[in-house]
């Protein structure tokens, strides 16, 4: 597997947990630890994006989609925040609360 197929399986796929775990060891072997403990806490929270509105969003508010609804020290990392940020592809709105994630040392 490379990284895009990956990123195509999690576009198909955004709330499949289990494939998220797999892309994380998959990740580590790469040598890409910070991102493959990024991965897993996606997984173990159930986080992903939500896709509507001809975009991707994560929410700092009550939304339909719980799984895009961000803990509050996420949202405080975050560069800028609103009711909700919107992205135009998964991969960018999760690289987004990556780095949002590492401001907040949620990682190891
Ligand atoms: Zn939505």
């Given at each position: 597997m490379t990284r895009d197929?990956?990123?195509?399986l999690l576009d198909e796929g955004p709330g499949d947990a289990a494939t998220r775990l797999v892309y994380a060891d998959?990740?580590?072997?790469?040598g890409a630890s910070a991102q493959a403990a990024f991965q897993r806490w996606l997984g173990r929270a159930g986080k992903y994006p939500c896709r509507c509105s001809g975009g991707?969003?994560?929410?700092?508010v009550a939304h339909a989609s719980r799984h895009a609804e961000?803990?509050?020290?996420?949202?405080?990392?975050m560069r800028v925040w609103t009711r909700?940020?919107?992205y135009d592809s998964r991969a960018a709105a999760e690289s987004d609360l990556f780095a949002a994630w590492r401001r907040a040392r949620l990682g190891p």
């Open positions: 197929e990956w990123e195509t998959w990740l580590d072997e790469q991707w969003h994560w929410f700092s961000l803990p509050r020290e996420l949202h405080d990392a909700f940020l919107r």
